[in-house]
């Protein structure tokens, strides 16, 4: 991974984590599931995660489209909470209703878990992208269908360390999903 794409990655994650203390409140975490606008759920090395808080799907510049969720937590507080952020810009313009891969030419793509270790934050990330130095990384999405203003779709793949540490070099991402609204600007 270039220095420029650990940055890249680096500004999404501080932007995600700054609207993740700014936008979270007791009654968001603790509030009526019906409520809910979207969730990616996701299987990281044999754990299961639920992620609905904070449940977006928005549209970027450059018809790049960011999805990003939040898993469970006590009160504002980031500590222990997980993350997934997925960046895709299909290749040929819009989205559509078919299978990307990281490197097969059909989009420009990043995926990153991240676990939150307290509220500075400190962070750990493993992170897939589009043509990455790093070896080893995979990471593929299908979108599923986009009808009635929703975005379904899957992914897995396996994301690579980013952070220093005494880390696992791979996460193996399996069974993810995702389901959110869809609104093109």
């Known amino acids: ?35 809910l606008q979207g969730y990616i759920k996701v299987t990281v ?8 808080y904070l449940a977006k799907m928005e549209e970027k510049e450059n018809q790049t489209w960011n999805l990003n969720a939040l898993t469970t937590g006590s009160g504002n507080s ?3 909470k997980k993350g997934f952020t997925i960046n895709i ?7 559509s209703v078919k299978t990307y ?7 420009r793509m990043s995926a990153s878990f991240t676990e939150f270790l307290d509220d500075v934050p400190n962070t750990y990330h493993w992170t897939a992208s589009t043509g990455s130095a790093l070896s080893g990384d995979s990471f593929t999405l299908t979108i599923i269908s986009i ?18 540490g005494n880390l696992e070099t ?3 991402v399996k069974s993810g999903e995702f389901l959110f609204p869809y609104k093109k600007k």
């Open 1 to 35: 991974m270039t220095k420029l794409q650990i940055r890249f990655t680096g500004v999404w994650m501080l932007l995600f984590a700054a609207l993740l203390v700014t936008g979270c409140s007791k009654s968001d975490v603790e509030g009526e599931k019906d409520d």
């Open 45 to 52: 090395d044999g754990e299961q995660l639920h992620m609905p």
């Open 78 to 80: 980031l500590k222990g």
């Open 89 to 95: 810009r299909d290749a040929k313009g819009a989205l």
């Open 101 to 107: 891969k990281l490197d097969d030419g059909s989009c």
């Open 147 to 164: 009808e009635n203003g929703i975005a379904k779709g899957k992914f897995s793949g396996k994301l690579r360390v980013t952070s220093s």
């Open 170 to 172: 791979f996460r193996e």
